[in-house]
């Protein structure tokens, strides 16, 4: 993927994030749109963290998804330096199960928007981001269309089996 096709950042405070974080990249890939992935971590790097916040939008990022957990600070601070949108998503576990970082991300003081996803919603953030992509990318919006049609067919799909099995033989 060539360097100015790099659309999405997604940054996470540490590896420990990364089986969320993976599900936006997978999201990501399956939609066909250019990103980048980086471990970054705003307290313990901040002029690390700084200079990628700074440089993110020169480099033609357009949306930043940022994954942190407990006192999480990160997608907050992207969004105070980055100008574009910015995705937030709360890691779960930990000591209070994920609730210290849902706060921490989506309490922000007006005038510095971070669009939240649920705890461990690393999906819904790249699907979130691709929506935003979409808005001037026709292409994209049809594939999110698809996408959608593809969640309806599961669904059908399960409903389907369920009359043919019945409930006691469905997991089985
Ligand atoms: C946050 O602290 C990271 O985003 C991670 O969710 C959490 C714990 O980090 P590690 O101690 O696993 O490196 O900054």
């Known amino acids: 993927m060539a360097a100015n096709d790099i659309k999405v950042s997604i940054v996470m405070g540490s590896d420990s994030d990364m089986p969320v974080m993976s599900k936006a990249a997978d999201i990501l890939e399956e939609l066909g749109i250019g990103y980048e992935m980086n471990i970054i971590s705003a307290h313990r790097e901040p002029e690390e963290f700084f ?3 700074k440089e993110a939008e020169g480099r033609g990022i ?5 994954g942190a957990g407990m006192a ?5 601070m992207c969004a105070a330096i980055f100008p574009l949108p910015v995705i937030g998503i709360p890691m779960g576990g ?9 706060y921490s991300i989506v309490q922000m003081p007006s005038g510095i928007p971070v669009a939240t996803v649920a705890i461990g919603g690393g999906a819904n953030a790249a699907l979130l981001a691709a929506r935003m ?3 001037s990318d026709d292409k994209l919006r049809d594939k999110l269309v ?3 049609e593809g969640l309806k067919d599961q669904v059908v799909a399960k409903d389907k089996k369920l009359k043919e099995v019945g409930y006691k033989n469905y997991t089985k």
């Open 94 to 102: 930990g000591a209070l199960g994920g609730e210290d970082a849902l």
């Open 146 to 148: 698809a996408y959608k």
């Open 133 to 135: 992509l979409a808005i």
């Open 72 to 76: 999480a600070h990160l997608p907050g």
């Open 62 to 66: 357009k949306v930043i998804i940022a």
């Open 51 to 53: 200079t990628y916040a």
